[in-house]
């Protein structure tokens, strides 16, 4: 790519640190190499349903989004004629009814697919993987209305400024999925950003989606191979298991952070045959294909298929540990759950907020069912037989036992396995320690915090800062009208 030449930035949720401390890292180094930077935001017009309004519901949220954005931008010296803002669209679009979600997230207009972006944004709000289209219409609405949105400001530029690369984050959601459809249609390059394996680092992924699980694979084997050092590189794979662990916060929040150590459930009996499940928040990749269980796409259908089929076998007892990311949420998933701990007595519910120990049920277990969790390839490395009865990102390195169906997974559960090799289990861990670039002007101070450049970009201003903002807005603002 030459220098001088076109870059856009998708600039929304400011508010969400690091990601847009990220965009500002990724930024500022281009600057510095001499490209040519626009940058499109939001300031307000999809308010509340961008993503991270979830949780950001209140207006001065917003409005602490666009002051944080402006404080990020002067700190890199980015020009204001080239911060873009969102415009209204002047189409008053009218969405079809959708029967369901499989045809919401296949939903496009122009040959641009806006539907999956407005029910991924919707699950991540409900937190439900099983949600009715027809019964949220007004929100789902809303939604494909933001997704649209983006889809037209993006097209204009893309024809005005004629961008070489376009940078955005995760990609998913209704702010981004159709600029990723853009980008394919007109062959952009374009660069989606996600955390790294710590706060210190973050990811950069060209031309292809983030949660593409192939991606992940080969991603996982080039990075183990490009380590020459044995010693070095098992030394950290062990070192993240043990962190893990030891309730040590590495790329994201310690779960068992709050759990006793060496708790177990009450009249837990060793005497039987227990097998510790441990399930997954099905919301989180309920849309991607490539991640659904060859057994059944929902996993409380093959946890319940398991109790049937070991009703009348009093040799086996099943907890169920339940994943802490779904503390306090209300789904479908749940509402499930909760009925088998009333159905089946061959089943013990440990719920989300419960004090017992997750390594002490995998200690004191046979052996584990998991569906994608990272506790499928501990349960290896801990010595535990391991099965799993779903997709995910260590599948394909011979560390669990796969089932593929409810006649090889009942096998599965009644063998005497042996656990997989340790070592097959390296890979992973020295990819989950490595993965990503550093950051150069941002100092992370936790997951969640941190500076860019020595400046705390959310910090509030005293009231004579914010006088001399207003008179240098007030400035501008003449200069550009006049």
């Known amino acids: 790519m030459k220098k001088g030449e076109k870059i856009l930035f998708i600039n929304f949720n400011c508010n969400w640190c690091p990601h847009f401390e990220t965009d500002l890292e990724i930024m500022l180094n281009l600057i510095k190499e001499g490209y040519d930077l626009y940058s499109l935001s939001c300031d307000g017009i999809m308010n509340p349903y961008c993503i991270s309004s979830y949780d950001c519901y209140q207006e001065n949220k917003c409005k602490q989004c666009i002051e944080t954005k402006k404080n990020g931008f002067s700190l890199i010296n980015l020009s204001l004629f080239k911060r873009l803002t969102l415009k209204p669209s002047k189409k008053q679009l009218v969405f079809p009814e959708f029967s369901s979600i499989e045809q919401l997230k296949n939903y496009k207009i122009n040959n641009i697919n806006i539907g999956f972006g407005a029910a991924s944004s919707f699950m991540a709000r409900t937190r439900d993987c099983f949600f009715n289209p027809s019964k949220n219409k007004h929100e789902i609405n809303k939604l494909l209305h933001i997704s649209y949105l983006i889809y037209e400001n993006v097209d204009k530029l893309i024809k005005k400024l004629k961008p070489k690369r376009i940078y955005l984050l995760n990609g998913r959601f209704a702010e981004y999925f159709s600029v990723v459809e853009l980008c394919k249609l007109y062959n952009i390059d374009f660069y989606i950003h996600e955390r790294g394996c710590n706060n210190t680092k973050y990811q950069l992924i060209k031309n292809d989606i983030l ?77 991607f294909d490539d991640w659904q269980s060859p057994i059944d796409n929902n996993q409380n259908n093959i946890i319940e298929n398991i109790l049937l089929h070991y009703s009348k076998n009093p040799r086996k007892h099943f907890y169920l540990r339940v994943h802490p990311n779904l503390k306090n949420v209300e789904s479908s998933q749940m509402e499930e759950i909760k009925t088998f701990q009333k159905k089946y007595n061959n089943l013990s519910v ?133």
């Not at 990503?436 to 800062?465: C, D, M, S, T, V």
């Open 211 to 287: 949660h593409r699980l192939e991606r992940f694979h080969e991603e996982i084997n080039a990075q183990w191979l490009a380590e020459k050092d044995y010693s070095t590189k098992t030394k950290l794979a062990e070192n993240w298991f043990n962190e893990r662990r030891n309730r040590i916060e590495q790329g994201w929040i310690s779960f068992v952070k709050n759990q006793t150590q060496n708790r177990l459930p009450d009249n837990f009996n060793l005497s039987k045959e227990n097998i510790v499940i441990f399930n997954s928040s099905m919301d989180e990749y309920a849309l």
């Open 350 to 482: 440990i719920w989300s907020d419960d004090k017992v120990d997750s390594y002490a049920l995998l200690d004191n277990c046979k052996k584990s069912i998991v569906f994608i969790s990272t506790m499928g390839i501990e349960a290896t490395f801990w010595g535990k037989p391991s099965i799993l009865a779903g997709k995910s990102l260590y599948d394909n390195l011979d560390c669990v036992y796969q089932a593929t169906n409810y006649k090889t997974l009942f096998k599965l559960i009644d063998s005497n396995l042996k656990p997989k090799p340790k070592e097959n289990c390296y890979p992973y861990a020295y990819w989950q320690s490595t993965y990503g670039i550093p950051f150069k002007y941002f100092e992370p101070e936790g997951l969640f915090n941190g500076r860019f450049k020595g400046i705390n970009l959310r910090k509030k201003r005293n009231a004579l800062q914010r006088a001399f903002k207003r008179l240098e807005q007030s400035a501008i603002e003449f200069i550009l009208n006049h």
